[in-house]
Structures are given as C-alpha cells and as structure tokens.
C-alpha cells in the first residue's frame, strides 16, 4: 500500500452548520479511488492539513480570508499543479474584489483537458496537467486586492472562489456550504521552509468536499488576513 492510501482522515472536520453564515470547518473526506488531501499535502509539500490552514472558518462564513496583494515587482503566476477532478473542461483565473455594487469580473486565464490518477501523484508524473493553447499562467493586478477562481464547463454552474461569499452569490448548487478554497503557505519539503510570498489552494467545485479537483499554486502573493 502506497504512503498516499496509508494516511487515514477519519478523525478530522465537522460539518458544515445549515446557516449560510454561521459554521464550522467543513468535513474532507476522500475522493473515490483518489489520493487524500491529506495524504497530498504531507507526502509532497509536508504541510499538515488543519494545523497549517491559512483561511480556517472561525465563526462566519463570510469572515475567511480569500484575497490577495501582489508582493513585490513583477506579474502573479498562477498555476494549475494537479488535476483529480472532472475530465471536462477545467477553467482558473482572478477577479477583483472591489467592484461597484458588490458584482466581480471574472478574468480567464488558463484552461485544460485532463485528469491525473492516483499513481500519477504517488509517483509525480504528468504533474502539472498540460494546459490549453492560449493559456496564460501571469497576470498583473496592479496594487488592488483580487481573489482567485477555478470552474469546470461539466457542472454549468458559476464557479467556486477564494471568497466564500461569492460562491453563495454565483453558485446555487453549493450555496449551502460555500467554503471551497483550501489555502495554505507552501512550504519546500526537502528542508521544510516556507517559500516566502507563495501559496498552494486545494479547490472543490463538487459536492464531496475532497478539496483536491484542482490543486493551484499561486506565487508573488500575499493573503490578505481579515478580508471580508
């Protein structure tokens, strides 16, 4: 048996509360025949999954840090690093949170076709998924705070984003349990430093909550704590 099948998640989360602003950490559970976050996050980027938790539901839904600020000179990248979700069209890019009378507007950046196996983690191959023509990884939001947002063509339905509250807003199907961003520092394994200005984000855009569809890197960043 594999190190991924091994670790076992059993003991972790709560249920999501039926309020759509009061809760708890929502649940993970294991993906069918896929590798854990859990087990993801410790075998690859030894990173603990609740422990090290940048965006952890305190008390509101509403209340979970979601956006970011470029940190320094030069474009954020953006990039897609596994692929466990559906097989149709995966789609990520930014938004500004700023807008006039509460409305985003989404900025695409890249898309693909394709989903990694089990073994493919296991073994880090054909990690990242190969990207669509026409995909960009950079972007420059200038000095303005901007979230972040993945959507997959198969579900017809408007997306799950860094900020819970926009997933309530533009997503019915997931309205009752918005939390779909999972965001962490990422951390080099090898010497277990953090790497500074840099962040990994486990996405769930389905209704399982195994916060692995889509795994991002985000890099040139800082979270901005106590955004609303």
Known sequence: MSRISRISIGFLGFLVLASPCLAQQPRVTPGPNEPDWLAIL???????????????VASRVDDVPGTFRKAGSGPVVYTPVIALGLETVNRGGWYTSHEKGGEIQLKESWSYKFKNTAR????????????????????????????????????????????????????????????????????DKATGKVVPHSYLIGWEYSTNDDF?????RVDNVDLVVGSK
């Open 42 to 56: 410790d075998a690859m980027y030894g990173l603990r999954m609740i422990p090290d938790l940048e965006n952890p």
């Open 120 to 187: 493919d983690v296991e073994t880090q191959t054909h990690l990242p998924p190969p990207l669509a023509d026409g995909s960009r990884t950079e972007f420059d939001p200038g000095d303005l705070p901007f979230g972040l947002w993945v959507a997959n063509d198969g579900l017809n339905d408007g997306g799950v984003f860094t900020e819970p509250k926009h997933v309530r807003a533009r997503n019915a199907r997931l309205a009752e349990q918005p939390y779909k961003a999972m965001i962490y520092r990422l951390k």
């Open 212 to 216: 692995q569809d889509v795994v991002c």
